[in-house]
């Protein structure tokens, strides 16, 4: 899916029009079109006003390209998250339940050349150290992404240049759909906070978080 395309997906999921879409940004409505027709890029500006009408992390945007990573809502962290585990900084160790306690992200070997983690006066390697999910609720959704999307992958590296019409179809329609799981990930507007209150962006709809649970039963269908 190119960006015009994520656009699209996400206001209609939101059941938003274009104009009224246009109206929340501030961007005219032709350029609305041309953005979802893939007739134009949207600059950064644009991006950050569109993510935040459609309550959503502008990294779940994929082929935009930013120097700043916007770190304000869970949303936000999946998709920082999902953003390293693509460039495999970091990995994931877990059992085969996606709910375990025991999954940890875990960092790239590389990392131990050049960073150590640092525990009062004693260091560690990076090799060795690890990150526990102290929120059960993104480790599942994160875990069962990350399978999905190794899955993928492992499809996509097993094909050949010789693969069939019916194969690439498969592929292009099992990425969209990996494509759009990712966005629904990055769609939750709860603040990162450290006090016991919940709080959220004063122009989200928390209804909008989707579980991935809910998702996977549709992929099943």
């Known amino acids: 899916m190119n960006i015009g395309e994520q656009i699209k997906y996400m206001r209609k999921k939101r059941k938003i029009t274009q104009n009224q879409l246009a109206e929340m940004t501030g961007i005219h409505p032709v350029t609305i079109r041309k953005y979802e027709t893939d007739r134009l890029q949207p600059k950064k500006e644009q991006v950050d006003k ?7 992390s502008p990294l779940a945007f994929g082929e935009f390209n930013s120097n700043v990573i916007h770190l304000e809502t869970e949303g936000d962290l999946m998709g920082l998250l999902i953003m390293l585990y693509k460039s495999k900084v970091i990995h994931i160790h877990s059992s085969e339940a ?20 640092k525990e009062n006066k004693k260091s ?32 996509t590296a097993s094909y050949t240049d010789k693969a069939t019409t019916v194969e690439k ?13 990712e966005m629904e990930l990055q769609t939750s507007s709860v603040l ?25 039963k549709k992929q099943s269908k």
């Open 50 to 56: 569109i993510a935040d009408a459609l309550s959503v």
């Open 98 to 117: 996606a709910d375990s306690d025991t999954a940890f992200v875990e960092f790239s070997p590389l990392l131990s050349y050049y960073f150590s983690l």
């Open 124 to 155: 560690i390697h990076m090799k060795d150290g690890s990150l526990r999910f102290e929120n059960s609720d993104m480790q599942k959704d994160f875990v069962t992404w990350a399978r999905l999307y190794d899955k993928h992958m492992s499809m």
């Open 169 to 181: 179809d498969y592929l292009a329609g099992n990425e969209d759909q990996l494509a759009m799981i």
């Open 192 to 216: 990162l906070d450290h006090s016991s209150d919940t709080k959220v962006k004063l122009n989200a709809d928390a209804g909008h978080k989707k579980r991935l649970d809910v998702i996977e």
